[in-house]
């Protein structure tokens, strides 16, 4: 898809100088000397390499959005925007195995004040073949082109990997397959001394259709920073936050202790939109987690013909609901609301 033309390279450079100044207050996020370029070499001192160490435990919640769009595409958090009555903190996005990291296009959306994270699927490449080390160009491309961009990035490795729908899940390809193509991709990345990647590990909740327990793919606290669980209130099995989500964090949380992020969620259009947002909210919450990130779009539901509404302003009161009850619950920037 054709992108809007780039900014020219000294702009970027400047503009990622008001970024560094931006992450100290808000992310506090940090730099430090050195770092791999892209071409596999150290740059010279004065060339900082983010450090996400310092973002990893936020003090309050943050609130996202995410669809299909590229980062160039912002219009989704003008809309977001609007529609919530603040900016979203995380703009998420998908990219497929094989493209390259778009640098400028997530620097931009650093500079505007979202966190980038990027949904990485690996459609169309065995997770054995990833494991075995035949995709190891690609990965060492993927992690110095990251690298070089010198912000923070939260990357989710093939989400979902519960979900039997995806080519990466079960009845496709093993837990361990999982586990090891996740670690691979990890060890590529710590051993080229990449340092502004937030790993998040974002499993699909419990449900009538998603029945495989956890625990297999979970590939360890020394190769996760973040638990980000997807879910959506909808026809079938979201009814409310105890039966979505709560199953699921009482899981995880008997074999991993890190922070929460609810990486995908939405509530379905209906007669209890309104009341479903609340419950969400509130829900999440009391769960302790450290934020959530909005489908604002519409979808078909998987393995049917219901085309579902999302977005938050389906209606006066759903758009009402959602402003309410997000600041209520105190999600929003942490670091800048005080």
Known sequence: MARPPRPGYLAVAAMLVVTGLFLVYAFGGKGTAGGTGASGSTPS???????????????????????????WQYGIVKTFTRQAGRAPDIREYYASW????????????????????????????????????????????????????QGPLALSFAGEMNGPWNLWGPGHAKAADFVAAWRHVHDIFRGLGVTNVIWV????????????????????????DWIGVIGYYGPIDGVAFSSLFTPTLREIARFSG???????????????KEEQIRDLFQGAAKA????????????????????MDWRIDTSVGAEAAFRVESARARFGHPFTSG
């Open 45 to 71: 001192a004065s060339a900082a390499r983010f450090d996400v160490s310092s973002m990893l435990h936020p003090a309050g919640r943050v609130l996202g959005v995410v669809d299909n769009k590229t980062p």
């Open 98 to 149: 094989g493209e390259d990291f778009d640098s400028e296009g997530n620097a931009f959306l650093w500079r505007h004040g979202q966190l980038p994270m990027l949904a990485l699927v690996p459609s169309g490449t065995p997770l054995a073949d990833i494991a075995g080390g035949s995709q190891d160009s690609y990965i060492r491309r993927l992690a110095h082109q990251i690298a070089a961009y």
């Open 201 to 224: 590990w974002s499993p699909h909740v419990a449900d009538t259709g998603t029945t495989a327990r956890l625990r297999p793919y979970y590939p360890g606290g020394a190769y996760t």
């Open 258 to 272: 890190k922070p929460v992020l609810i990486t995908e969620t939405a509530v379905a259009q209906s007669s209890r």
């Open 288 to 307: 302790g987690v450290i934020g959530l990130v909005w489908y604002d779009n519409r979808k078909t539901w998987p393995g049917s013909s219901l085309l």
